[in-house]
């Protein structure tokens, strides 16, 4: 135990009760449990005299005033007690109840009686604050400084003599404080919290009593059963963990089951508000950190000196190769989704960059995921290492969130760049990537690179000749009533093959060959012609590139 010179009584029983020396020559005349607790003490005048509850009090009377007859109505109202002052042996010879009922003689009063359990209970009840406010100011003291919830745990373990774990909701192990008992290791104590936070069921989500409720396990360990204290931490009805205590042995008395109790109760407030502080902690720097790769994603510095300043805050290079992975799933922000819960997986992808010490920022950017990661530098032969850790991040990442969303996941990623000043430039190859998989229908990862023919067609379609070529060829379509563009787009897509297009379309064969006259005439190009397909199906790439790269750029100019 720690230096905390308060002494901790245990509850007052009826037993400690008749060990007074007022009581100590009093006798049985009807046995009951005698380690019930008691608070107070009521003549059997005043508690015989209306229905309130008795439960933990004592009733003290007269013989005559109490009666065998009286006990029912005291036991249905709870009393914990009954004292009778010269009780006559005949009339209570063949009492009949569950309540403790105790004779006690003439030379002790019914005032002195009650007098003696209101004492007794007043001063375990001082006891108890007196110890709670020291354990109290002992741990608040941590608080105030900031140490964080180990110090916080490795000081109850001093209060307490007990090893101390703390799981937060998710039962992982968040602390613990075992230095004094090296008999259990840090993964033992985890496992005994997560063993009686199990038994425990569901954390609740508020507190009906001032007190933090606390329970007690008995647990096996190491051929001998240990005592284990758990109580729920709960913060502004949000449920934050379990606090545990594990005894260092089964050899302890009720005494020390009270100190530690109280201890326990005391804790979890102040585990609680730490958790709170660290959780407001973590956000203010999310945010800050966010508000960073915003800037590199979109590149908001005003020139490399800005850069390199914020950068230098933030102990990220400048100078490396990085890449940029982006995540989007359909629905992704959905009814029942949160801020929280896309930070949570914007957290998971960050994780996932490896053991290196490699630089890695993500966060969350409108609808998407995104991740900056610095990747292997360019050599000068062989394979590109860098293009192809980034596509294998990529994979992994997708497999990783595919299994904890269900939804359907779209991966994309740019090529790598030199210098953090150019980080933007891979985010938008991967936010182009990004419009493309998903208007191609791509489930797997795919990469800027990977889609060679649009990104070989990418700087044509973006010429003054490349859009006034896809205008010129698909304006006369687009003007035309009937859906002409999307008839003429998929004849093509299915090379040409008049009976798959009119299923694919859903229409009668003879409306194709209608829709097909019509597109034909309207470009001035017979689209049986290989040729003309050709044509066709360019300028409708060009036209997709031109959209998807505008696009893109204004999201990455916006942000």
């Given at each position: 135990m720690d230096d905390i010179d308060v002494e901790v009584s245990e509850h007052l029983t009826i037993a400690r009760l008749l060990e007074e020396q007022p009581l100590r020559h009093a006798w049985s005349i009807a046995d009951g449990d005698r380690s019930v607790p008691l608070e107070w003490a009521r003549s059997a005048q005043e508690a015989l005299a209306n229905a309130s509850d008795l439960t933990r009090t004592a009733v003290v009377g007269d013989d005559g005033v109490l009666t065998p007859?009286?006990?029912?109505?005291?036991?249905?109202?709870g009393a914990a007690l009954v004292l009778v002052r010269e009780p006559h042996a005949e009339r209570w010879a063949s009492v009949q109840t569950g309540l403790p009922v105790v004779g006690f003689g003439s030379g002790t009063p019914v005032d002195g009686v009650i007098r003696l359990v209101a004492q007794l209970a007043l001063a375990h009840e001082s006891h108890v604050l007196r110890y709670a406010t020291t354990v109290h100011e002992k741990l608040a003291t941590l608080l105030h400084r900031g140490v964080g919830i180990e110090a916080i745990c490795q000081q109850l373990e001093r209060i307490t003599g007990c090893a101390v774990a703390f799981l937060d909701a998710t039962s992982t192990l968040q602390a613990v404080a075992r230095d004094q008992h090296p008999w259990i290791d840090s993964t033992t104590a985890g496992s005994i919290a997560r063993r009686v936070s199990t038994e425990e069921g569901a954390l609740p989500s508020a507190l009906d009593g001032h007190h933090h409720?606390?329970?007690?396990?008995?647990?096996?360990?190491?051929?001998?059963?240990?005592?284990?204290?758990?109580?729920?931490?709960?913060?502004?009805?949000?449920?934050?963990?379990?606090?545990?205590?594990?005894?260092?042995?089964?050899?302890?008395?009720?005494?020390?089951?009270?100190?530690?109790?109280?201890?326990?109760?005391?804790?979890?407030?102040?585990?609680?508000?730490?958790?709170?502080?660290?959780?407001?902690?973590?956000?203010?720097?999310?945010?800050a950190r966010g508000n960073f790769v915003h800037a590199l994603l979109h590149g908001r510095f005003s020139n490399t000196a800005d850069l390199a300043a914020r950068a230098a805050h933030r102990r990220f290079p400048t100078d490396r190769r990085f890449g940029v992975a982006i995540?989007?799933?359909?629905?992704?922000?959905?009814?029942?989704?949160?801020?929280?819960?896309?930070?949570?997986?914007?957290?998971?992808?960050?994780?996932?960059?490896?053991?290196?010490?490699?630089?890695?920022?993500?966060?969350?950017?409108?609808?998407v995921i995104a991740v900056v990661?610095?990747?292997?530098?360019?050599?000068?032969?062989?394979?590109?290492?860098?293009?192809?850790?980034?596509?294998?991040?990529?994979?992994?990442?997708?497999?990783?969130?595919?299994?904890?969303?269900?939804?359907?996941?779209?991966?994309?990623?740019?090529?790598?760049?030199?210098?953090?000043?150019?980080?933007?430039?891979?985010?938008r190859e991967a936010r182009i990537a990004l419009s493309l998989a998903d208007?191609?229908?791509?489930?797997?990862?795919?990469?800027?690179?990977?889609?060679?023919?649009?990104?070989?067609?990418?700087?044509?379609?973006?010429?003054?000749?490349?859009?006034?070529?896809?205008?010129?060829?698909?304006?006369?379509?687009?003007q035309a009533t009937g859906d002409l563009e999307e008839a003429a787009r998929t004849y093509i897509a299915d090379g040409g093959n008049l009976t798959q297009a009119s299923r694919d379309l859903n229409v009668h064969r003879n409306t194709m060959l209608y829709k097909l006259d019509r597109a034909s005439k309207a470009i001035a190009q017979d689209l049986r012609d290989?040729?003309?397909?050709?044509?066709?199906?360019?300028a409708m790439k060009l036209d997709l590139l031109a959209q998807t790269a505008d696009q893109a750029a204004r999201t990455v100019e916006s942000g």
């Open positions: 007859e009286t006990l029912p109505v005291l036991e249905e109202r409720p606390v329970h007690e396990h008995l647990v096996d360990v190491l051929d001998h059963s240990t005592q284990v204290l758990c109580s729920p931490v709960t913060v502004a009805e949000r449920a934050e963990g379990w606090l545990v205590l594990i005894a260092a042995s089964d050899d302890h008395t009720g005494h020390d089951t009270a100190a530690r109790v109280i201890a326990l109760q005391e804790a979890v407030s102040i585990v609680g508000t730490e958790v709170l502080r660290t959780r407001s902690i973590e956000r203010a720097e999310e945010r995540v989007q799933a359909h629905g992704l922000i959905a009814e029942n989704d949160s801020p929280q819960h896309l930070a949570n997986m914007a957290r998971t992808a960050l994780r996932l960059r490896g053991t290196d010490d490699r630089a890695a920022l993500s966060a969350v950017v409108g609808d990661r610095e990747v292997a530098p360019t050599t000068r032969s062989g394979s590109d290492k860098g293009s192809a850790e980034l596509a294998s991040y990529a994979t992994a990442l997708h497999r990783r969130l595919q299994s904890e969303t269900q939804r359907r996941l779209l991966v994309t990623y740019g090529r790598p760049v030199e210098g953090a000043i150019r980080i933007s430039e891979s985010y208007q191609l229908g791509k489930t797997e990862p795919v990469g800027f690179l990977d889609m060679r023919t649009h990104v070989t067609l990418l700087d044509l379609a973006l010429s003054r000749e490349g859009r006034s070529y896809a205008d010129e060829m698909l304006s006369p379509l687009r290989p040729e003309t397909q050709f044509s066709l199906w360019l």
